[in-house]
């Protein structure tokens, strides 16, 4: 990164992260997130207050923290999803929960009469949870060491590379950086220890099939709201698909709906491998009016 560039980069990013209009932001963001992508490593950590009002530290070599520092949020469609449905006194589960962005958001919406339980099987992953946690002097969140699935036992793990530890996985990775066991378990493990739940996010890197398979008595239970990480291509690995998955949860009761930058759109199973890659909420009744509140703001 030339001098210029590593001196505006910080002008940039608050800029992004603070104003509210719309003036010349992807044109920042095109210009100065490449850049992170290939220098953020040399740059160190910074600690950011998000647009959900808790503060952040961000890994400026990680692709999920270069994203952070410059716009204060990650994946906005998803997050402004999950900031609506969540209220205090909720009870939120993050199903691999990375470094703990949504983790953290949740933890600000349901406030301290709510609980978030976060399930992270990756130890250099949980310890950023654990900083950013303390960071903000969270007391309702559980931070769970294993992998969610459909039985106890244990797994090998395969940990992405330095920079996208994100898309590390229970399936192999061909850029892996390390392979480990982790535990796994059933959520439904934990059925007499939650005593409802308002919302699941599941992103699993492809086991998102055996995490659902882990908690149908819990789905009987409580019919959360489910978001998911669809992606056919890693779901194969495991004999799942994008079409079965969707199938599964419509099939007790759920219906489906795409996560886009203008909100929500209702879809069906044998549309769900028409993207590579997007995020889906599931809902076991109709949305209705809650529809219009869960458009992402321009």
Same mark, same amino acid.
């Given at each position: 990164?030339?001098?210029?560039?590593?001196?505006?980069?910080?002008?940039?990013?608050?800029?992004?992260?603070?104003?509210?209009?719309?003036?010349?932001?992807?044109?920042?963001?095109?210009?100065?997130?490449?850049?992170?992508?290939?220098?953020?490593?040399?740059?160190?950590?910074?600690?950011?207050?998000?647009?959900?009002?808790?503060?952040?530290?961000?890994?400026?070599?990680?692709?999920?923290?270069?994203?952070?520092?410059?716009?204060?949020?990650?994946?906005?469609?998803?997050?402004?999803?999950?900031?609506? %449905?969540?209220?205090?006194?909720?009870?939120?589960?993050?199903?691999? &929960?990375?470094? $703990?962005?949504?983790? +953290? !958001? @949740?933890?600000?919406?349901?406030?301290?009469?709510?609980?978030?339980?976060?399930?992270?099987?990756?130890?250099?992953?949980?310890?950023r949870i654990t900083e950013n946690i303390a960071l903000n002097e969270?007391?309702?969140?559980?931070?769970?060491?294993?992998?969610?699935?459909?039985?106890?036992?244990?797994?090998?793990?395969?940990?992405?590379?330095?920079?996208?530890?994100?898309?590390?996985?229970?399936?192999?990775?061909?850029?892996?950086?390390?392979?480990?066991?982790?535990?796994?378990?059933?959520?439904?493990?934990?059925?007499?220890?939650?005593?409802?739940?308002? %919302?699941?996010?599941?992103?699993?890197?492809?086991?998102?099939?055996? &995490?659902?398979? $882990?908690?149908?008595? +819990? !789905? @009987?239970?409580?019919?959360?709201?489910?978001?998911?990480?669809?992606?056919?291509?890693?779901?194969?690995?495991?004999?799942?698909?994008?079409?079965?998955?969707?199938?599964?949860?419509?099939?007790?009761?759920?219906?489906?709906?795409?996560?886009?930058?203008?909100?929500?759109?209702?879809?069906?199973?044998?549309?769900?491998?028409?993207?590579?890659?997007?995020?889906?909420?599931?809902?076991?009744?109709?949305?209705?009016?809650?529809?219009?509140?869960?458009?992402?703001?321009?």
């Amino acid at each position: 990164m030339n001098p210029l560039n590593r001196l505006m980069l910080p002008l940039a990013a608050f800029y992004l992260r603070s104003c509210t209009f719309d003036i010349g932001r992807w044109r920042l963001l095109n210009h100065f997130l490449p850049m992170l992508r290939k220098d953020g490593s040399l740059m160190g950590e910074r600690i950011v207050n998000t647009h959900y009002g808790f503060r952040y530290k961000a890994d400026l070599g990680d692709w999920l923290g270069q994203y952070v520092y410059l716009t204060g949020v990650y994946e906005p469609p998803t997050a402004h999803v999950i900031s609506t %449905l969540l209220n205090p006194g909720d009870i939120f589960i993050d199903v691999g &929960a990375n470094s $703990g962005f949504f983790t +953290l !958001l @949740a933890s600000r919406r349901v406030g301290p009469t709510g609980r978030v339980l976060s399930f992270e099987p990756l130890p250099s992953m949980r310890s950023r949870i654990t900083e950013n946690i303390a960071l903000n002097e969270m007391g309702n969140v559980t931070l769970h060491r294993v992998a969610l699935s459909n039985s106890v036992g244990e797994v090998t793990f395969y940990e992405g590379p330095q920079g996208h530890k994100g898309i590390s996985s229970m399936r192999p990775i061909g850029e892996a950086s390390a392979i480990l066991q982790v535990p796994t378990m059933p959520l439904d493990d934990l059925a007499d220890k939650i005593p409802s739940i308002k %919302l699941i996010k599941i992103d699993v890197e492809g086991a998102e099939q055996l &995490a659902i398979e $882990g908690m149908k008595k +819990l !789905l @009987a239970q409580h019919h959360p709201y489910l978001i998911i990480e669809i992606t056919d291509q890693y779901l194969k690995p495991f004999g799942h698909s994008a079409q079965g998955l969707s199938n599964s949860l419509c099939s007790l009761g759920y219906r489906m709906y795409k996560i886009t930058p203008n909100g929500l759109t209702e879809t069906s199973p044998d549309r769900a491998a028409d993207e590579d890659q997007y995020n889906a909420l599931f809902s076991k009744n109709p949305l209705g009016s809650l529809l219009s509140h869960v458009l992402i703001p321009q």
